[in-house]
């Protein structure tokens, strides 16, 4: 069984001007641009590292709590 972190990463689809940054520098690919339009966090793949906050232009991204996760974005498969 995998062993979640307390934080995840939650992207804020409305500011997301889809430039994929977070993507690259993603160390388990849990973060991806759906449909050209903005990013989606896979909650079972993020360990809540940061990397993607920290490199966000658009400053968009924020680690919230895993109990709260999912809540206010898609998932993507
Ligand atoms: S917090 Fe870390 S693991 Fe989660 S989406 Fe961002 S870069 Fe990936
Ligand atoms: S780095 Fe920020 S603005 Fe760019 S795709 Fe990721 S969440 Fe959106």
């Known amino acids: 069984m995998a062993i979640l972190s307390k934080k ?3 992207a ?3 500011n997301c001007v889809a430039c ?3 993507t690259k ?3 388990r690919e849990a973060i991806k641009v759906h449909q050209g339009c903005y990013a989606v966090v896979d909650s079972f793949k ?5 990397m993607c906050a920290t ?3 658009a400053n968009c991204i924020n680690l919230i709590d895993r109990e709260g996760a999912g ?3 898609k998932e993507v498969v």
């Open 8 to 10: 995840i990463a939650q």
């Open 12 to 14: 804020d689809q409305k």
């Open 20 to 22: 994929g940054t977070c």
């Open 25 to 27: 520098v993603c160390p």
């Open 46 to 50: 993020c360990v809540g590292c940061g």
């Open 55 to 57: 490199v966000c232009p």
């Open 71 to 73: 809540k206010h974005e």
